[in-house]
């Protein structure tokens, strides 16, 4: 499906997205017979345009998809991956659903709260950490599993949670990437994945499919 010429109107929703942004969401509302299917994907769009999504990246959205700015806003909170605030520049997520509870997830989001100085649920004063606990990540037999950023790894301990954080807050690395974590970090991991990943994240937004966080210059980037 070809990119859309968006119209006046959907042009001056969002006039302050790059150029790379309109791109992708011209290209992204293409994919769809109706745009309004296109809401969910054109939430991470502005997401990557702000880091969270803000009340005129919903507004913009809104313009895009048709939809009325209630609908948009039940969607972008109704999903806990719609960020809704400024996060950290490094969002942990531990998930602490069955299997990993029964790893040791509450010793492993224990570890990650006590070496980045912050609980569960909240953002580091310096704006350097984010935590959060996360229901399951579908990698169970990879339990206990940690992301940073959604660039996940498997088999994680408390040490080596901590470790983690470490590496984050001495070499605060512009992007991340699951292949390198799961290597210094990781243990046992649910299978083979088959692939290598390449793609690594910058931002709470996935680092795969249309989106690309690590493709994209951000204000992280020096
Ligand atoms: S319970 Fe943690 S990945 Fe499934």
């Given at each position: ?18 150029e ?13 017979p ?20 803000t009340a ?12 009325t ?34 790893l ?24 350097t ?45 512009d ?12 243990g046992?991991?649910?299978?083979d ?12 937004v996935?680092a795969?499919?249309p ?12």
């Amino acid at each position: 499906m070809n990119p859309v010429q968006l119209n006046a109107e959907e042009l001056e929703a969002v006039q302050e997205w790059s150029e790379s942004s309109q791109t992708l969401a011209r290209e992204i509302i293409g994919r769809y017979p109706d745009k309004r299917s296109a809401v969910m994907p054109l939430l991470y769009v502005s997401m990557l345009e702000n880091g969270y999504v803000t009340a005129d990246g919903m507004s913009a959205v809104a313009v895009l998809t048709g939809l009325t700015g209630a609908q948009v806003q039940a969607v972008a909170s109704f999903y806990s991956m719609y960020k809704r605030e400024e996060l950290g520049k490094y969002l942990v997520s531990v998930c602490t659903s069955i299997s990993c509870f029964l790893l040791g997830a509450d010793d492993v989001l224990a570890a990650v709260e006590d070496e980045t100085g912050v609980p569960d649920g909240e953002t580091g004063t310096d704006g350097t950490f984010t935590v959060e606990h996360v229901e399951c990540n579908g990698a169970c037999g990879g339990a206990p599993v940690v992301l940073v950023n959604y660039e996940m790894v498997e088999g994680v301990t408390p040490d080596k949670a901590r470790d983690l954080v470490q590496w984050l807050r001495d070499g605060g690395p512009d992007v991340v990437n699951t292949e390198e974590m799961q290597k210094l970090f990781g243990g046992k991991k649910s299978f083979d994945w088959g692939v290598n990943e390449t793609e690594g994240a910058v931002l709470p937004v996935p680092a795969f499919g249309p989106y690309g966080s690590s493709k994209k210059v951000t204000r992280w980037s020096s």
